[in-house]
């Protein structure tokens, strides 16, 4: 051992330029924080934080704003995709991303996710789906499962009356204008940076001007599912995977160059 | 000057990209299309931004984003299609940010028809979308006034940081008259501080309606109010005609006052001293020209195409001191001259009582005629 | 001075277009002039009418409930509008799609048999400017030849080599003059 080594520090982790350092509201397990780092540090591998517009949606991300360290608007729930469309469409060299939830994406702004996808409107997006509504409470969402127990299906999801989960990146797959949609999850290490380079291909997908890119992430919600962290994963690999599985959807022939 | 024949309709849209609108979005809806569909040529040839979206909850969305920039944006609809879009109205109201809206107004409420109607000045005027903020809302009753208030509009969008609604009806979109159209502007190329278009060389920003603090959210309010006080001390507008010898005023705004023009030209050619005051700007709205009207005046004729909505505006302002008559055709019924003269000629010949609400002494007028 | 024209018959009749070349005619002579349509939720068949006004000053309303002159080119037109002639004004009617005669004799009637006028120059569309022509030449608010320079200046491109029937249509009403 050479002494001199020893006194060089090497720093191995910091914190991205493009986190802000504001300590996130968000509850202790939640998976959301880890999907911002990787926004983060994807924005500033790519050199794009001064570049980049997000749009923040409501729910658990509507202040996603105070921790990413760039510009950003705040959209009304569920119009993300619409509001992203007016930026990108008035300033076309910027990156432009949304952020949103499942009861945002899904629910109220489904008709605004559908048409940017089929638009194939050049935008980002991030969903988070963690099977029901985090901020309001844990109430039943469009992604909620079979038998799922929310505070708004207190006996479990029925699908008589309540209907059936929507798998939107398989519904996407099949948009014309959709040209980069895959479901990643944010269980562990190993799929944490799988999701990582899912999220510079979104982005290098827009860089491109390939058009419509969205990366659908698998998230914990221990709180409102009622479960410890630990057991919550658990939970996402064993009931929310067989049901939502992991994959590409639909990679535009373009990206097939791209090595990441 | 060149005058061309133009469709109200079109004659906005054109006269907003004259106006430097960078991008347009919108949904089709009678009887607004053909500014959508004029647009949807227009913008693409200039290199500028069209988009027609998914719904007016779409297009309202859009244009909140796009404003975000800065850059001058826009949307037109209809009635039906404005109530769908109040949700984004009040949010970029929340916001502070420039934008313009064209409502041509239909009959309703609900889907209505797709007649000419002056139903939704409430909606514009008083209200629309939750929370506290006002609109500038401009009502112009011709094409040439349609062009020049877009231009108008788009000003004071900017220096007021604020909505300005263009209220026209379903008959000035699509009348056809004589405009001349303004020059080309330029595009903007400087930016206000709140303009969010990237940080490059400078801190980030970010543009929202939430103030979780209310005592954030009051003050932000305080600020939206301290704007409207300037916003009315300086943009009233108001046009009167024969006014120096009135004693008798009919009022109204947009098509109304246009009709009522023609019955009181012929008042006039009968030895009647009537005037005509007609505002311009609905919000704010031309409180002291109905304050100081002259004791010499006899009576007050208020004709809309609704059933009394700038009526109460106009009474307030007056603070009911002149005898006061209401006359409208309603869900799309548009009045023709010689309605509007037989109310003179009853207003002339019959002292105008004072008992009651002028709405309800009409409404048992038209009641009594069955 | 402010003349009102109704043009009134089925959708596809060029009722619109007629009335806009009153307009666009009236402007080249600097007149004030407005154009209306009353449009209605369906885009072929069905009734359709509009109003133009041709007027020396700023015109207020553009609607009018008795206009000075109508063109009713069918019987549901004239059905309509026969009774809204300002009394002395100006009916024209295309007698090709009528069965019944007008009533009114307060009024000056042209009966024009325009579809069959039309047909003879080669083409049934150019019905409406055979009535136009026999409005003008009845009612002289505007001369013949600035309708002649309207269309020339605003018929499609696509119809351009129809301009000197169109032209034709015109003088053949206008040979329909009352004394």
Partial sequence: ?260 | MSLELMKGNEAVAEAAVRAGVVSYFGYPITPQTELLEYMSHRMPELGRAFVQAESELGAINMVYGAACTGYRTMTSSSSPGVSLMLEGVSYIAGTELPMVIVNVMRGGPGLGNIAPAQSDYNQMVHGGGHGDYRCIVLAPCSVQESVDLTVLAFDLADKYRSIVVILTDGSIGQMMEACELPPMQPLKTTFADWAVQGCEGRERRFLTSINLDPAAQEEMNYRLLKRWIDVEANEIRCQEYYMEDAEYVVTGFGSSARIALSAVRIARAEGIKVGLIRPITLSPFPRQVYADLSDKIKGMLVVEMNAGQMLEDVLAANRYRTPTDFFARLGGVVPFPDEVLGEIHRMVETPISTDGHPRDRWLARVLAKG | MQTEIIIAGFGGQGVLFGGQLLAYAGLDEGKHVTWIPAYGPEMRGGTANCTAIISDEEIGSPLVRYPAAIIAMNRPSLDKYENQVKPGGLLVVNSSMLDRPVKRTDIRVVEVDAGEVAGKLGDKRMTNMVLLGALLANLPVLPLSAIENALTAHLPERHKRLLPKNFEALREGAKYLLN
């Fill in chain 1, 1 to 260: 051992m050479v002494l001199e080594n020893c006194e060089i520090e090497t720093t191995v982790f910091e914190r991205p330029d493009s986190l802000t350092g504001t300590t996130s509201h968000y509850c202790p397990g939640c998976t959301h924080g880890i999907a911002n780092r990787l926004i983060a540090e994807v924005i500033d591998e790519m050199g794009m934080r001064e570049k980049t517009i997000g749009v923040a949606s409501v729910g658990c991300s509507v202040f996603i704003y105070n921790y990413l360290n760039m510009d950003f608007v705040q959209a009304p729930h569920g119009r993300a995709p619409a509001m992203a469309t007016g930026i990108k469409r008035v300033l076309p060299d910027r990156m432009v991303f949304t952020y949103q939830g499942d009861g945002d994406l899904a629910s109220i702004g489904m008709a605004e996710i559908v048409h940017a996808a089929a638009r194939g409107e050049n935008i980002s997006v991030f969903f988070l789906n963690n099977t029901n509504y985090g901020m309001t409470g844990g109430q039943m969402a469009p992604t909620s499962m079979p038998g799922q127990k929310t505070t708004s299906s207190q006996t479990g999801r029925d699908v008589e009356t309540q209907g059936f989960p929507i798998r939107v990146s398989e519904m996407f797959s099949k948009l014309d204008g959709a040209s980069y949609i895959v479901r990643r999850s944010l269980h562990d290490p190993k799929h944490i940076r799988m999701a990582k380079k899912a999220i510079r291909m979104a982005f290098e997908t827009q860089v491109r001007g390939l058009g419509f890119s969205m990366v659908e992430l698998l998230s914990i919600c221990p709180t409102n599912w009622g479960i410890s962290p630990l057991n919550s994963i658990k939970w996402l690999e064993e009931k929310m995977i067989p049901y939502y599985p992991l994959g590409d959807y639909k990679i535009h022939p373009a990206l097939a160059e791209i090595k990441l």
